[in-house]
């Protein structure tokens, strides 16, 4: 086929899934199937596409990651004994359809099980990230749970595969520590690449040549990626160099998902024993839940990372993969695999986008979980007697809130889910606290009385954050003044349907504040 049909038909599909307020990876995913169908088959250049989109999607993750999220006990334990639960419960329940006689299933014996359960208990990082970013989750604190869970499971998976391979990490793979003052050198290197192309293009060589430092040694390329990624997490433009990389990634993974809908010809036998493996998935959140709130997490964040974490992972391809290229399986344990993981994403996208909603709808009833004591990082968010609260402390939140302390005093408060952005804040003086707008507990407090909140501003990166605010402050019949950030004239119209008393677009403003700042710095100059 054309390639050109091939983008139109994933671009319509894509485009049909975001008006019915899936996300567009889902039409992807749907574009694949039905380009197997027209006897399209996987490429080298698509593979390698895909492999490039998962290349920088890791190294992308390790920008933004803080390796002592991993030392927690809800990281590592977390994610531990999720697996060995998982990989337990499943093999069993297949050994069960396989007494049965249920088609494949009666010709697993408890090896082959233990190996089918392992590929099913990892989760996908690709769409967990892809979730979270489209909801600007990233640094929230469930969003760090559930991308250090992932990356645990990243590490047991370098493990597998180099056991099924039958090889060890070459001896040189002790050569890899070299990258450790060898980062000083890249981060010279990035100091002089200024903001443009070359930023961009220098990103994409890193990615890659952490894959390929990794992959040469026999190590899992992803995870190399990932680590130089890490290595380079405290340098200035490393937030800057992971949004310049945003596009191309987002562009690159289209054909992850394309890849994914191509691995296989789907008959209704195989759907079927998809479908029931798909049916498995609400096991695996009520684990993940359980566990995080056993390790003092609220039911809040517990249940907002279990949600991200639904569905199979991409891994389990590579399981399959490996399995049936030793022998151990049919190539059919490939297609239903493929179909499961395909199932899963479809189901768990609108999930996801709901996911503030069915927390808010069930909070109450699962409260009964929670544990006395709670971790400090996770406690409900208390304005105190602030009278003004800034929601987003980044560059738009930081300047509104000096301004507003400068006229008002100290009744101003500033509220950021990502700690790192809360401690440098508080560095420079500012009021600000760990908290989530989307946070019912916050909006609960929000109640009339003698010192109650007058202003909120809601100066968050993400539209759907202020919107979804928004929306907590009609519900909880908030009466004070509400103001909004956009980018775009119908997020304006929008945010006003809301309730949102004023909205600013931020191109806009960003002209008017740059003229009024040059009016007063130059008012002596300008008035002769």
Excluded at 121 to 133: H, M
Excluded at 279 to 294: D, G, M, N, Q, S
Excluded at 469 to 489: D, E, F, I, M
Aim: glycine share 10%.
């Amino acid at each position: 086929m054309n390639p050109v049909w091939v983008l139109v038909i994933a671009f319509v599909l894509g485009f049909a899934a975001r008006q019915v307020r899936l996300p567009p990876l889902v039409g992807f995913l749907i574009a694949g199937f039905v380009l197997h169908g027209f006897g399209v088959e996987e490429t080298q250049v698509l593979r390698t596409i895909s492999d490039l989109g998962v290349t920088l999607l890791l190294f992308t993750i390790g920008l933004k990651l803080r390796l002592a999220s991993l030392l927690r006990p809800e990281i590592w334990a977390g994610a531990t004994i999720h697996m060995l639960i998982t990989v337990a419960v499943f093999a069993a329940a297949m050994l069960g359809l396989g007494l049965t006689g249920l088609s494949l299933f009666a010709g697993l014996d408890w090896r082959l099980s233990l190996l089918v359960a392992f590929a099913l208990s990892f989760s996908s990082t690709v769409f967990a990230v892809k979730v979270l970013e489209e909801k600007a989750e990233m640094a929230s604190l469930h969003g760090r749970v559930a991308i250090g869970i992932l990356i645990m499971q990243d590490v047991i998976a370098v493990v597998f595969l180099a056991a099924s391979q039958g090889m060890l990490p070459s001896p040189w793979a002790l050569a890899l520590v070299a990258l450790i003052p060898f980062r000083y050198l890249i981060m010279k290197v990035l100091d002089r690449c200024g903001h443009g192309e070359l930023l961009i293009l220098f990103g994409m060589f890193l990615a890659v040549a952490g894959y390929e430092a990794f992959h040469v040694v026999r190590l899992k390329g992803d995870l190399g990626a990932l680590v130089l990624g890490v290595l380079l997490a405290s340098h200035p433009k490393a937030g800057e160099l992971a949004n310049s990389l945003l596009g191309f990634k987002d562009l690159f993974l289209i054909g992850f998902f394309l890849t994914i809908g191509l691995s296989g010809a789907p008959t209704l036998e195989l759907v079927g024993l998809a479908a029931l493996l798909a049916v498995a998935v609400p096991f695996k959140v009520a684990l993940y839940f359980l566990l995080l709130t056993r390790f003092k997490l609220r039911v809040r964040t517990s249940l907002l990372a279990s949600l991200s974490l639904a569905n199979y992972s991409e891994f389990g391809l590579i399981v399959g993969a490996v399995a049936a290229s030793n022998g151990w399986i049919g190539n059919e344990w490939l297609i239903i695999i493929a179909i499961a993981l395909s199932i899963t994403f479809i189901l768990a996208s609108p999930v996801n986008s709901a996911a503030h909603a069915l927390e808010a709808r069930f909070s109450q009833s699962l409260k009964r979980f929670e544990t006395k004591v709670r971790r400090p990082d996770d406690q409900p968010l208390d304005p105190g007697d602030a009278q003004f609260v800034i929601f987003g402390m980044g560059r738009i939140g930081g300047g509104a809130y000096d301004v507003m302390r400068g006229r008002y005093g100290d009744i101003v408060i500033g509220v950021d889910f990502d700690i790192g952005v809360v401690q440098c804040n508080r560095e420079v003086g500012r009021n600000v606290i760990v908290g989530d707008a989307t946070d019912p507990d916050f909006w609960a407090r929000v109640a009339p009385g003698p010192r109650k909140i007058r202003l909120v501003m809601l100066a968050m990166p993400n539209y759907a954050e202020n919107m979804f605010a928004a929306r907590r402050l009609a519900a909880s019949h908030y009466g004070g003044l509400v103001a909004a950030t956009a980018q775009y004239p119908d997020q304006m119209a929008e945010l006003r349907k809301e309730g949102v008393d004023a909205v600013f677009n931020l191109f806009a403003e960003a002209g008017a504040g740059f003229a009024n700042h040059v009016c007063e710095r130059f008012k002596d100059e300008l008035s002769g």
